[in-house]
């Protein structure tokens, strides 16, 4: 199959494992990318925190772009696949809005393509027993829990998320690659991300939490599909609780064997390398 | 004269918050509501009593991290993140400004990157951020742990279309 593909800001820098890891399980899997021409941030937390408007805009300008292509459009960062369905949520549901943003950008909005993340479209398209099959080395030994986060999954009337209360795609795709999966009871809950930089203190106690929570429910190492839980996972919590966060992306890689599969290890804040040496895995 | 609540309602364009009937739900899943000033349901009733300026005036609004639990879990279907959405938004426009000033310097910082190149350089929003908010010296051991690793890049690439990201700020600049 072939989807345009929209990394956003964080791809390109603090999530550049999730970029190169979802790259080479594309390519494997016989999804072809074609990334949108000239796209631009999608305003994230701080437009809709400070003028709505403006984050309705910046995310129909991409959405107009990823148009062009006539794909389906694949957003791998949870917080740009958030924004793209609730501005295209309001485009399609609110006449007046959606004139006076095509009047802001300049272009007209058809809405005609669907946004997508790459989990949906893995688990939907590709599907667990091609991902079993597809699995050269068997994550014995890795103990993730999975954890979704917030903005895949809320508000559900927007996201479209199976299961929003208690997903279990990432869960199942897991399981197929071998590892022993733990249930949790805090697959959704919110790491704070949106609050790292400027409430530092009201984030570590977030991660502290969840990663005890992790900890107790006998996990070695953490899952997730975003790049602001992977960034606040990896960097926040408190140095005697930290675990090893993966993208599912680098754990699929992992497991098909894909060359420079090891290679995004390497730049994780916290090392995950230890765990996977001691589990024979790289 | 239109009442506090019926701004708030306006702006929110959904379901009014009359509708709430107080069970509390948003408040019990809320993640931060323990380092709120006022929990998500006080706010909506201090809405209802006209509060405004204390509504206004909270760190609440500022604290609230956007993570949509209160609206997904609301059996009224209230939407109390975009609520607070409308409340930060009134705060700004009003000159109040934010009670938690940095957190507002961040989202200033954030957006000063977008106008400039269309995409965040993180390297360059994080020292913009720290010229506004004068916290120079937190993560910076953090920050050179990421640039070894390459996580942060000081040139990347922008948006080639420009004058489309100058009109879009141009032209839904608050009033």
């Avoid at chain 2, 940095?102 to 977008?114: Q, R, V, Y």
Wanted: glycine share 6%.
């Amino acid at each position: 199959m072939k989807v345009s593909y929209y990394p956003g800001c964080s791809l390109h820098a603090t999530g550049k494992e999730y970029d190169q890891s979802m790259k080479a399980v594309s390519r494997a899997l016989g999804i072809e990318l074609k990334e949108v021409d000239d796209w631009s941030c999608c305003g994230a937390s701080s437009a809709h925190s400070t003028n709505f408007d403006l984050s309705i805009a910046l995310s129909a300008r991409n959405l107009i772009a990823a148009e062009k292509d006539a794909l389906d459009v694949m957003v791998p960062c949870a917080a740009c696949f958030n924004r793209f369905k609730t501005a295209e949520h309001h485009l399609k549901n609110d006449k007046n809005l959606k004139a006076k943003i095509e009047g802001v950008v300049g272009s007209k909005y058809q809405g005609g393509i669907a946004i997508r993340n790459p989990i949906d479209i893995i688990y939907k398209e590709i599907g667990i027993d091609a991902l079993s099959a597809r699995t050269v080395k068997t994550l014995a030994g890795l103990k993730p829990v999975s954890y979704y986060g917030c903005l895949l999954l809320r508000p559900p009337e927007v996201c479209e998320f199976e299961n929003y209360e208690n997903p279990f795609m990432l869960d199942k795709m897991m399981k197929a690659l071998g590892a022993d999966v733990k249930n949790w009871s805090y697959k959704t809950d919110c790491c704070g991300g949106s609050l790292a930089i400027s409430k530092t203190a009201i984030v570590v106690e977030m991660c502290d939490k969840l990663m005890t929570a992790a900890r107790e429910a006998g996990a070695n190492c953490v899952v997730t599909a975003c790049p602001l839980c992977m960034a606040n996972l990896d960097m926040r919590p408190s140095s005697g609780l930290k675990l090893p966060i993966f993208y599912f992306t680098e754990l699929l890689s992992l497991a098909m064997g894909l060359p420079g599969a090891s290679e995004t290890f390497k730049s994780h804040i916290f090392d995950p390398q230890p765990l996977l040496r001691e589990l024979k895995l790289i | 004269m239109e009442t506090f609540l019926e701004e708030v309602n306006r702006k929110i364009n959904g379901v009014p918050l009359q509708n709430c009937y107080h069970c509390r739900k948003c408040t019990a899943g809320c993640p931060a509501a323990s380092y709120m000033e006022f929990n998500p349901n006080k706010v909506i009733k201090m809405i209802q009593n006209g509060q405004r300026d204390r509504v206004l005036n909270s760190s609440t609004i500022w604290v609230c991290l956007s993570c949509e639990t209160c609206i997904t879990r609301c059996p009224n279907k209230v939407d109390i993140a975009r609520m607070m959405d409308v409340l930060r938004q009134m705060a700004i426009e009003s000159g109040i400004g934010a009670r938690e000033k940095n957190i507002l310097k961040f989202h200033e910082a954030f957006l000063a990157g977008i106008k400039r190149g269309g995409r965040i350089n993180e390297p360059m929003m994080m020292v913009q951020y720290k010229l506004k908010s004068g916290d120079f010296f937190s993560d910076a051991l953090l920050g050179i742990d990421m640039f070894a690793k390459g996580k942060l890049a000081l040139l990347s690439p922008r948006t080639k279309d420009m004058q489309s990201i100058k009109d879009i700020f141009e032209k839904t600049k608050h009033s």
